[in-house]
């Protein structure tokens, strides 16, 4: 966000602004002990720094494998990201997973899928449990201190941001609108000794390829305080540079130095044209230019004075962090393989863009304030559909790629052994009717945030309903993606509900009186098809047409505006999930033994069927219990508030990869829909009056508060 004067997000560290250098000095200068203190300050909580917060949970052990496996529990990973290249860094100081030169290439540190497949440590000699972690408050530079016995010393890993450098739109790969920040593409790594001595070491050993190729270090004309080595193919070259004289032997880059109190060093893996620092001074600089960066990022947001706003807070910076900025893409997830099942095969890549979280990244980040990445997303959406007509698919590659075959990694031993380990995601070739709806709906949703409708838009919408109603009455693979027979799925037919709707609505805001009248009747009929062939005895809606199973995704039957929440078969379709389809209060997303998915094995609850629960419950005014669902569903979360896919209700592990931006899309609704009547239940205190039920309107209009807009949009309710 440029000034006036042309400051950038981040401002330049050699015109900090007072107060705002005052703070950040703050945060990352390490407490000083008082004289004659035996040991420092103790370190920052993670309680201490979300006061007035639930508390993450540290994950127990498995019920499913042994407490002494050497790969660390999914949720003890912390995220590092500069919105081109993402990273995992293990409790022990590891960072054990980055692809490069973007997040969805091979790795070259995939430790976290085979011990043997390359890994980067920074971290004191002979200890593997740090004292504590934290993300230094509103950035993505996480923090670890370590008590060492002989001292205290603490880390601080980012992925470097830098102001905007490229001059030419031909040598940049961004087509989104050039902001005033970029990725330096450097790993920093940085330490400091606050008490004692201790011993540090730093073990860089790549593996390219996924593991298959190791390089040969050598050398640069620095001597021995840079090094580089390229992947066998030459066409990635990593450069370390460190004031720790670095040795070499073969494949591994080697340290280690002894630290006493007030000694610093650093460590900077570098693959770009941006020169790493050379000294620790200059390191700290730009450690500092990048927690500024993202600090102002997050004061962009509009986030409510709330208990649970640092859960919202951090959710956002990793849907940020999982946004490729290059194209305004969000990538689904970091990670590829952590299974869904211990040791199980439900293992799939995650690091491409799927079309259905759409309408859910417009939600959050409009209703947060985040209109330049929504828009931004909203552009990569649209490339998408005006490309590939009606065909669009449900995932693509965060760069647009249609293509992503699927492969196995029969070389790779896999998470705790999980089998196989896949690259490529083989459900871009699947039909799968609901994409036409999340089209719409994401249309409709950026028409309310513009107040306009554009000849563009409206050319895509018209493509994308008649796609919708030439398809509605085909089965398809449904939302879970299963790997079974195609079936009549309710919520597939409840999104093209949503694209005949959707486009009846921007009809008559582009006053087509033709047109809005026939999809209007097109949707009144799929409407009708799906009452009449989707209800069980009780008046339940089930997965499909042909069974009485539930599902989870019919929570999005009262979010999407179906029915109204007060309708009895809405409010008998939520509490029979809530009550037939959980463990321990948790959500499945449907149970396995009635589902032909084509894969074998359990799984474990899907997190964001929980949080949707939430914002269900809160719809049809289970106000109490929908906030109960909710503190438990946060208090799941990792110690840095992060999310996998799924998470067992029997130990609270994560599983499933990691972290995934359609769970923390899901909990900023759930979470906001609990703020929502904890903001009318205080407005009511506050006026003398009894909490009392909210009035539902039998024909309601679209959540406009979701995008911000308490205020109604004129032209934007369904008629009589």
């Known amino acids: 966000m440029a000034t006036q004067d042309g400051d950038t997000l981040g401002p330049r560290?050699?015109?900090?602004?007072?107060?705002?250098?005052?703070?950040?000095?703050?945060?990352?200068?390490?407490?000083?002990?008082?004289?004659?203190?035996?040991?420092?300050?103790?370190?920052?909580?993670?309680?201490?720094?979300?006061?007035?917060?639930?508390?993450?949970?540290?994950?127990?052990?498995?019920?499913?494998?042994?407490?002494?496996?050497?790969?660390?529990?999914?949720?003890?990973?912390?995220?590092?990201?500069?919105?081109?290249?993402?990273?995992?860094?293990?409790?022990?100081?590891?960072?054990?997973?980055?692809?490069?030169?973007?997040?969805?290439?091979?790795?070259?540190?995939?430790?976290?899928?085979?011990?043997?497949?390359?890994?980067?440590?920074?971290?004191?000699?002979?200890?593997?449990?740090?004292?504590?972690?934290?993300?230094?408050?509103?950035?993505?530079?996480?923090?670890?201190?370590?008590?060492?016995?002989?001292?205290?010393?603490?880390?601080?890993?980012?992925?470097?941001?830098?102001?905007?450098?490229?001059?030419?739109?031909?040598r940049s790969s961004h087509i989104r609108p050039p902001t005033d920040y970029d990725a330096e593409h450097t790993l920093l790594r940085t330490v400091r000794c606050v008490h004692g001595s201790a011993q540090i070491v730093l073990d860089c050993e790549p593996v390219f390829d996924y593991g298959q190729a190791r390089g040969t270090w050598r050398h640069t004309e620095h001597g021995y305080y840079q090094a580089s080595v390229s992947s066998p193919d030459g066409g990635l070259t990593l450069t370390l540079t460190s004031d720790i004289r670095i040795g070499l032997e073969g494949p591994s880059a080697r340290s280690r130095t002894l630290l006493r109190e007030g000694d610093t060093r650093f460590c900077a893996l570098s693959w770009g044209s941006v020169p790493p620092p050379e000294t620790y001074e200059e390191a700290y600089r730009r450690l500092v230019w990048t927690a500024h960066h993202w600090q102002h990022w997050l004061a962009r947001g509009n986030f409510p004075d709330h208990r649970w706003r640092s859960y919202l807070a951090r959710s956002a910076l990793t849907l940020k962090g999982l946004t490729f900025a290059p194209t305004g893409a969000i990538a689904a997830a970091a990670t590829t393989s952590l299974p869904e099942t211990p040791h199980g095969e439900r293992n799939w890549d995650?690091?491409?863009?799927?079309?259905?979280?759409?309408?859910?990244?417009?939600?959050?980040?409009?209703?947060?304030?985040?209109?330049?990445?929504?828009?931004?997303?909203?552009?990569?959406?649209?490339?998408?559909v005006e490309r590939d007509g009606g065909d669009v698919q449900i995932v693509y590659g965060i760069d647009g790629e249609k293509e992503l075959p699927e492969h196995t990694l029969k070389h790779l031993h896999g998470y705790q052994g999980a089998q196989p380990v896949r690259i490529g995601n083989e459900a871009f070739a699947q039909q799968q009717n609901d994409v036409w709806g999340v089209v719409l709906d994401s249309l409709y949703l950026h028409?309310?945030?513009?107040?306009?409708?554009?000849?563009?838009?409206?050319?895509?919408?018209?493509?994308?309903?008649?796609?919708?109603?030439?398809?509605?009455?085909?089965?398809?693979?449904?939302?879970?993606?299963?790997?079974?027979?195609?079936?009549?799925?309710?919520?597939?037919?409840?999104?093209?509900?949503?694209?005949?709707?959707?486009?009846?609505?921007?009809?008559?805001?582009?006053?087509?009186?033709?047109?809005?009248?026939?999809?209007?009747?097109?949707?009144?009929?799929?409407?009708?098809?799906?009452?009449?062939?989707?209800?069980?005895?009780?008046?339940?809606?089930?997965?499909?047409?042909?069974?009485?199973?539930?599902?989870?995704?019919?929570?999005?039957?009262?979010?999407?505006?179906?029915?109204?929440?007060?309708?009895?078969?809405?409010?008998?379709?939520?509490?029979?999930?809530?009550?037939?389809?959980?463990?321990d209060g948790l959500v499945l997303r449907y149970r396995v033994s009635e589902t032909d998915d084509g894969v074998a094995g359990a799984e474990g609850t899907f997190t964001i069927c929980s949080f949707w629960l939430v914002s269900a419950l809160a719809e049809i005014g289970e106000h109490h219990r929908a906030r109960d669902l909710c503190e438990k569903v946060l208090s799941d979360g990792s110690p840095l508030l992060l999310y996998a896919e799924e998470i067992d209700a029997r130990s609270g592990r994560h599983l499933g990869n990691f972290p995934q931006a359609f769970t923390h899309l899901a909990l900023i609704n759930a979470v906001m829909h609990v703020i929502e009547h904890d903001e009318e239940e205080a407005r009511l205190a506050l006026a003398g009056a009894s909490e009392r039920p909210r009035r539902q309107n039998s024909n309601p209009r679209p959540r406009t508060e979701w995008l911000g807009l308490r205020a109604p949009v004129e032209g934007y309710d369904r008629p009589d």
Not at 352 to 361: E, L, N, Q, V
Not at 373 to 379: G, N, P, R, T, V
Not at 448 to 462: F, I, P
Not at 489 to 511: N, P, Q, Y
């Open 13 to 170: 560290l050699s015109e900090p602004r007072p107060a705002e250098a005052a703070t950040l000095q703050a945060t990352l200068a390490p407490a000083e002990p008082a004289a004659g203190d035996p040991m420092p300050a103790a370190p920052m909580t993670h309680q201490s720094v979300h006061e007035d917060t639930l508390p993450g949970t540290r994950a127990g052990p498995d019920a499913h494998g042994p407490a002494s496996s050497p790969y660390p529990p999914i949720a003890d990973y912390a995220f590092l990201s500069d919105c081109e290249v993402t990273a995992l860094v293990a409790p022990s100081g590891s960072v054990e997973w980055m692809c490069l030169p973007r997040l969805d290439c091979p790795s070259v540190f995939g430790a976290m899928l085979d011990r043997d497949a390359g890994r980067f440590k920074f971290a004191p000699d002979n200890v593997n449990e740090p004292a504590d972690r934290r993300y230094l408050p509103g950035t993505m530079v996480v923090e670890t201190s370590w008590d060492c016995g002989s001292g205290w010393i603490v880390v601080r890993d980012c992925l470097l941001m830098g102001p905007w450098r490229h001059q030419h739109p031909g």
């Open 447 to 583: 028409t309310k945030s513009r107040d306009r409708l554009d000849e563009r838009v409206w050319q895509m919408a018209k493509q994308q309903v008649e796609h919708a109603l030439a398809h509605w009455r085909e089965p398809d693979r449904g939302i879970w993606e299963i790997r079974g027979a195609p079936k009549h799925f309710t919520s597939s037919k409840m999104m093209c509900w949503v694209a005949a709707d959707r486009g009846a609505r921007l009809a008559r805001i582009r006053e087509d009186p033709d047109a809005a009248r026939r999809w209007q009747l097109a949707a009144d009929e799929i409407h009708a098809d799906i009452c009449a062939n989707a209800l069980d005895d009780r008046g339940v809606f089930c997965q499909h047409y042909e069974t009485t199973a539930l599902d989870a995704s019919l929570l999005l039957m009262p979010l999407l505006r179906f029915l109204p929440p007060d309708d009895p078969r809405i409010r008998a379709t939520v509490l029979a999930i809530a009550d037939e389809l959980t463990v």
């Open 350 to 384: 995650y690091r491409y863009s799927w079309i259905r979280d759409a309408t859910f990244a417009l939600w959050g980040l409009f209703t947060l304030g985040y209109d330049w990445e929504a828009s931004d997303y909203f552009a990569f959406l649209t490339d998408m």
